[in-house]
């Protein structure tokens, strides 16, 4: 599966953007797909993720500013961010888990493809 992210750049705080990942080599509509980002410095961590029904999982620190969806006839996930802060500034990544079932995991040795980040850079 490649995993294409799109969408970063830089933006003040306060403000908004959209990332999406757009998917080829497999139709991942079955499957749970995740946002996770890394600061410099930092381990790379869980910031949402949707299983196949669209049932979500938010990491606290996000939660009511960001709202990922999915649209599974594009096979592309998208991740919308409001209200966004300084502490937001990262390489943001997307991610497949194959492991199957409804239970969303948060970790990232759960998912099994990436794609190649998009950097989100918010300016205070």
């Known amino acids: 599966v490649q995993l294409q992210a799109s969408g970063g750049g830089l933006v003040q705080a306060g403000g908004s953007l959209r990332l999406s990942c757009a998917a080829s080599g497999r139709f991942l509509s079955t499957y749970v797909m995740g946002w996770f980002r890394q600061a410099p410095g930092k381990e790379r961590e869980f910031v949402a993720a949707i299983n196949w029904y669209s049932s979500t999982s938010y990491a606290d620190s996000v939660k009511g500013r960001f709202t990922i969806s999915r649209d599974n006839a594009k096979n592309t996930l998208y991740l919308q961010m409001n209200s966004l802060k300084p502490e937001d500034t990262a390489v943001y990544y997307c991610?497949?888990?194959?492991?199957?079932?409804?239970?969303?995991?948060?970790?990232?040795?759960?998912?099994?493809?990436w794609g190649q980040g998009t950097q989100v850079t918010v300016s205070s």
């Open positions: 991610a497949v888990s194959f492991r199957g079932g409804s239970n969303i995991p948060l970790i990232p040795l759960e998912y099994n493809d």
